[in-house]
């Protein structure tokens, strides 16, 4: 026992020396120094198109619905345009039934999808994502929202059922 303590005083005596000679910066995280590292993959934004706003409990396309799917149509780029449309559902309702009111985001964004889908819009430019009740965007919380170019969503806090 007594041959290992010389070891370790030697062995902090090392990283002491190594702290001492590391300039400040480094020797502090950047969330220490009130820096924010960079993002890995940095999100790129999105514009939002319009929003498709549905009755409550309903996933059914209103004359207003339809009337702003065709406005969006209008101005959507052409097929060669590289970004993505992205149809974000949301619902309203009990929030503790997570999966009744993902569902009916989820029965939204496919609607929306179909309606585009029947007027050309094809199916490998669309991105859909029923989010339910999660508090996203602005708007209200009754709708699809059509996205242009990628969108960083945070992840739906579930709730499990017992």
Do not use: C, W
């Not at 209103?62 to 559902?89: C, N, T, V, Y």
């Not at 430019?125 to 009740?133: F, I, M, S």
């Amino acid at each position: 026992m007594h041959r290992s303590i010389p070891v370790v005083f030697r062995t902090v005596a090392l990283l002491a020396a190594l702290l001492a000679a590391m300039p400040a910066a480094a020797q502090t995280p950047a969330s220490a120094a009130g820096e924010v590292p960079p993002a890995k993959n940095p999100v790129r934004s999105a514009e939002r198109l319009g929003q498709i706003v549905f009755e409550a409990s309903s996933s059914r396309l209103s004359g207003d619905a339809r009337a702003e799917l065709d406005r969006i149509l209008k101005i959507l780029p052409q097929e060669d345009d590289r970004r993505r449309i992205q149809l974000l559902g949301f619902a309203t309702g009990d929030a503790q039934l997570v999966s009744t009111n993902r569902r009916l985001a989820l029965d939204r964004v496919l609607t929306v999808r179909q309606y585009l889908f029947e007027r050309g819009i094809k199916l490998a430019r669309r991105d859909a994502r029923a989010l339910g009740t999660t508090a996203f965007g602005e708007g209200p919380a009754d709708r699809v929202d059509v996205m242009l170019g990628i969108v960083d969503v945070p992840a739906p806090t579930e709730r499990r059922h017992k």
